[in-house]
């Protein structure tokens, strides 16, 4: 899922928290997230391609600039293989 925002004034940070279910290895399976600043063209990757059992709540934050258009990325990769079902949570995505 993919959400296109710009940063308000007086932001510095964005940050969320994810909970990955991973059984599979990251070379089937993953979590990832970028973050695209769609006003100097770079992407930063927030979360690297994640596969663990079960990681728990974990917080990740980026550096934004105010005024800035920005993409968020938010990703769930499962190869469909039924005895390995592979499933992320995503909440409580912020700006401060």
């Known amino acids: 899922a993919a959400q296109t925002f710009t940063a308000p004034t007086g932001s510095t940070k964005l940050s969320f ?31 690297a391609k ?16 105010a005024g800035h258009s920005y993409t ?7 190869d469909n293989y039924p005895g390995d079902p592979t499933y992320t949570y995503y909440d409580d995505v912020t700006l401060s």
Do not use: E, H, Q, R
């Open 17 to 47: 928290y994810y909970n990955v279910t991973c059984p599979d290895t990251v070379t089937y399976d993953w979590a990832t997230a970028t973050l695209k600043d769609n006003t100097t063209g770079t992407t930063t990757t927030v979360l």
């Open 72 to 78: 968020l990325t938010l990703t769930n990769k499962d």
């Open 50 to 65: 994640t596969c663990v059992s079960s990681s728990g709540w974990v917080l990740k934050t980026a550096n934004i600039t």
